[in-house]
Each structure stands twice: as C-alpha cells, then as structure tokens.
C-alpha cells in the first residue's frame, strides 16, 4: 500500500518503512483500507500507529515522539488522558458501563449544555455527530410538514448518502452533487445547494420556502472542513431573519465549533440563536458522544410522533464525559488561553511562511489553525482545485521532526498545548521549510 507523497516525490525524503507503515500493511489484510475511518488513509507519508497519548502529543509503535495536532480529529479539547476525564469515565465504569434505562448523568450532563449554550431548552443524546444531523432534519421536517433542506457548497455533515453532496466537489447548480460511489441519488433529492456566504442566494429561496417545500437549512457557520470560513457580516443574521419569516429551521452544525471556538459554540461566538445546534467531537473530550439542543417545542416532538431512538444513547460512560470536559472548559480563561495559543501560532507560521517565501498562509479561529495554499503571491479561496501538494510534502518532513498533522492544512489545538509546544512546533516548520526549499 505504499504511495507517493501527494503524488509527488518529497524532496524532504520519504521516511524509510517504520512499525506504522509496517502494520498498516498488515491492518489492511483484516480491515478495509488498512483504516476504520476512511480519512485516515491520506495522512502522509502513510497512517500512523499510535500507541500511547498523553497531554499535547503522542507516541508511535515505534516509540517516536510527536507533538499531536491532529487531536483525533478534533474532540481532544483537553488534549490525550486529561486526569480529571480519566478519573471521571473511571468511577463510573466501576458502576456500570450501559443500562438501558433511565440515569442521573441524562439529566446533569443536558442541564450543563443548556447552561452553556444561550437559546437551548432540550437536548436529545446520540452518539455520533452525522447520527445527531439526521435527527435534527428529521425534527424539522416534522415541525414544517416540508422535506427539503438547504445546505451550502462545501459543508461537510456526515457521510450518509442524504447529506455527502457538494463537500469535496460541486457541479454548477443547486442540485447536490454526489461525493462518494454507491450513493442514493434519491435520498439527495430533497437537497437544494447554494454558495456559502451569498445573501441573496439563500434568502430568495427562502422567499419560496413553503412552494419549494424547505423545512431547514443546515449550516456550519464556520466552513470548519472547508478552509476555516467565517461568516460574512451580516449573513447569519439575514438568514436568521428569513427562516424565521418563513417558517423553516435554521439549523447549526457544531460538531466541531462546539465548544471549541467558545463554550457556547457558534452561537454565542456569532450573537445568532438557530433553532436547533448538533453537538459531538470537544463536547466529551474524546469519547463517543453527540446531541441535538433546541427550544422544547422543536424537541418534544419526540413525543408526537417523531422517532429517536438508538441503544447507546446517553450512555452513562460517555456522559460523565461530558460533564468532566464541560468542568474543565467552565474555567476562567479557557478560551482566551485557547485563543492567544492559536494566534501564537498562526503568527510564528505566517513569519516563516514570509521569511522563506513558503506557498502558505495562516489564519485562525479560536483554537483551530487553517493553512491555505497561495499562489503567485496571492491568498486563494478553500476549493476542491486547490494544489496541497507542498503541503502534503511539508507534513511528510514535519512529521520527521516530531509533529503529527493533518492533511488539508487543518491544526486542532487543546488546552494542554502550551508555549514551549508552540515554540518547538515553529523550529521543525522552520527547519522542514527550509529543507524543502
């Protein structure tokens, strides 16, 4: 299964075979793809085999250290084994793993969500942030009798074939664009698709909403998958204003802005208040956990009819979870720790990039840091024509020097990641730069 790095050859060097490139063969003899999930594939040179996490980094089969900033993904918000986490899925698991009944975790946990989140009244527990979309689409179709929702060119809401159109490719149009072999046209049907950040675009749709029968927009305020977009001023409002006009739900995707970019995610990083927010990734600190906040009206719906359902919903280990990480975030000064970490960051990047005349740029929210290609000088939009290949070759080579990246340019930052990470972290870039130049 070996390949190229970003189907060219690094002038850094590929590294030569290692316990990961080595297991990762064997993995692929018992596992689709060598990899559970199937993005796991294109970090480069090939996937690495952790063994252990602790703090801001991890180390490989082999024993190499790395500073983490992959972060799984993004739902280590407290970084690898944060004792007060550990301490807390501990004590319960000596109570008990699952019921399948009622618990006092279900209600603590909600009540802590709705405390932190302005405009939520209930919360439905998944487990998974692409579960926890369906049922927020589902409650609002209920809700306006309608079947098709908006979602924007590039935004990414899980991997059913309902929602998998127009993230890593779009064709002209409003139609949805199918991104993966084996998907339902049909259940794509009821997508209308249009371009983030245009007012004009979504509100005149909106305008028809019940002759086009829209029942929600479903939107991630921050483009979190798709270069780190925020919101042109105004729009949310705007959007905001025309679904409340027209009856349809507004609904926020969080799964990654959750609790991270504040604790009251988008919602209150943006002053907007949709009807209804899908939580998962930093809201349990890395266990396996997702939910659906909203006003009573929208969520009681559960008892009129609409179905939810699953067996390992609020599950007692993955909501001492919860409360344990939203502990933790409630602390004074969290998230202006979070913040001046990433700018660091971002501006140490950006001198380097500068110095060493490096084809990237660096730009922030909260704690996320998004690289973005540029070319002849010039800063170029997120898209799916945009070349990573320097970036592809520039991880291969910081991956060298003891930092673990993510492909597409994407940096998760926790609150563990402290100042001597952060000054280590530019010496490999400056370094890796340098030796690809």
Known sequence: MRREVGGLQSSAGEPPADGSSELWDRCAQSVGGGVSSGLRRTIMPWPLFVERGQGCRVWDVDGREYIDYVMGWGPLILGHSHPELIHAVRDQLELGSLYGTGHRLEYTAAEMVIESVPGLQRIL????????????????????????????????????????????????????????????????QDLIVLPFGDVSSVTEVLSHAAAEGVAGVLIDPIMSNYGLI??????????????????????????????????????????????????????AGGFSQSAVGGSAQLIDQVLDGVVHAGTYNGNPIALAAVRATLTQLRQPGRYAALEDTAQSLADGLNAIFSELRAPLHAHHLGP?????????????????????????????????????????????????????????????????VRQLR
């Open 230 to 283: 925020e919101p042109p001023a105004g729009y949310l409002e705007a959007v905001r204003s025309a679904c409340t006009a027209n009856n349809v739900v507004l609904i926020f995707d969080d799964v990654i802005a959750g609790f991270r970019i504040a604790l009251g995610g988008s919602t209150e990083r943006f002053g907007v208040v949709p009807d209804l927010v899908v939580f998962a990734k930093a809201i």
């Open 368 to 432: 996320i840091v998004q690289m973005m290609p540029i070319a002849a000088g010039q800063e170029v939009a997120f898209g799916p024509g945009i070349d990573w290949s320097y970036w592809d070759m520039l991880t291969n080579a910081c991956r060298q020097r003891g930092l673990f990246l993510l492909p597409r340019g994407r940096l998760f930052l926790s609150t563990v990641h402290g100042a001597d990470d952060i000054a280590e972290t530019i010496a490999a870039f400056r370094d890796a």
């Open 125 to 188: 527990w998944s487990n998974t942030g692409t579960e926890a979309v369906h049922v927020a689409m589902r409650l609002a179709r209920a809700h306006t009798g309608r079947t098709k929702i908006i979602k924007f060119v590039g935004g990414y809401h899980g991997w059913t074939d309902s929602v998998l159109a127009s993230y890593s490719s779009h064709t002209a149009g409003t139609a949805a664009t199918s991104n993966s072999k084996g998907q339902s046209v049909a259940a794509q």
